[in-house]
C-alpha cells in the first residue's frame, strides 16, 4: 500500500515538473518571438545649430517651408498639418500620416539619408513618428 502513494506522489511530481518544463519552454519561446520595438523616447528638438540645419536629423516639412525636427529613437504622437516632405538623417524613420485632400491613410518607413516629397500638390496631416 505504501509503495502505492509513493509511486502516485512520484507520478504528481513529474507532472508538476513536465508542466514546469513546458511553461518555461513557451516563455522562451515568447522571448525570442517577440520582435523588439522602439522606446518611448523620440522628442521634438531644434531643427539648426548656428543656423545652420542640422541634416542629421528626422525632420517633416510643411506647406509654409518650416520644418518639425525629431531626435532619438522612440515613438510620439503629433498633429502637424500641410506637411509636404520626409526627411529621415541618420535615422530610420515610419511616418503615420493622413492625405488631407482624400483622408487616405497611410505609413511610410523609410531607411537612413532619405527623403521623400508628396506628389501632385497633396498634403499630409502627420498622426505619428517612429525613430528606429
Request: hydrophobic residues 40%.
Amino acid at each position: 500500500m505504501m509503495d502505492m502513494k509513493i509511486s502516485r506522489f512520484a507520478q504528481g511530481r513529474g507532472s508538476l515538473r513536465r508542466g514546469f518544463v513546458a511553461a518555461l519552454a513557451v516563455a522562451a519561446g515568447l522571448t525570442v518571438a517577440t520582435p523588439a520595438t522602439p522606446a518611448f523616447a523620440a522628442n521634438y528638438t531644434s531643427c539648426e545649430s548656428d543656423g545652420v540645419l542640422r541634416t542629421y536629423l528626422a525632420w517633416i516639412k510643411t506647406s509654409t517651408g518650416s520644418r518639425v525636427c525629431f531626435a532619438n529613437a522612440g515613438s510620439m504622437k503629433m498633429n502637424v498639418y500641410r506637411v509636404t516632405d520626409f526627411h529621415t538623417g541618420n535615422n530610420k524613420v515610419t511616418f503615420q500620416y493622413t492625405i488631407e485632400e482624400n483622408g487616405h491613410q497611410n505609413h511610410l518607413t523609410l531607411d537612413k539619408w532619405k527623403d521623400h516629397t508628396l506628389t501632385f500638390g497633396l498634403h499630409a496631416h502627420v498622426t505619428d513618428v517612429v525613430i528606429w
